[in-house]
């Protein structure tokens, strides 16, 4: 004789992939917000692709403006 569905553990069952269909779908959001944001960056640095690439070679240059050590020399 097949044994009776428990009406609990169907409910249980759905409340289980509704909670995980809430959290995907909340995941999903999280990932949409993360995607629009990185798509204005990228679109803001191609506009300004040059300037930004400019000041970071700046950033990396040597400072020309700290002395350097002269050699003194011996007499």
């Known amino acids: ?15 289980l992939i509704d909670n995980k269909i809430e959290r995907v779908k909340n995941e999903i959001a ?15 640095y191609d506009k ?6 400019t000041i970071l070679g700046l950033q990396s240059a040597p400072d020309l403006a ?3 050590k002269t050699r003194v020399s011996k007499k």
Do not use: G, H
């Not at 004789?1 to 409340?15: D, G, L, T």
């Not at 300004?48 to 690439?53: A, G, L, M, S």
């Open 66 to 68: 700290v002395p350097r």
């Open 30 to 44: 999280k990932l949409q917000k993360e995607l629009d944001q990185l798509s204005v960056i990228k679109a803001d």
């Open 1 to 15: 004789m097949a044994r009776p569905k428990s009406v609990s553990a169907e409910k249980s069952i759905e409340v």
């Open 48 to 53: 300004n692709r040059t300037t930004i690439e």
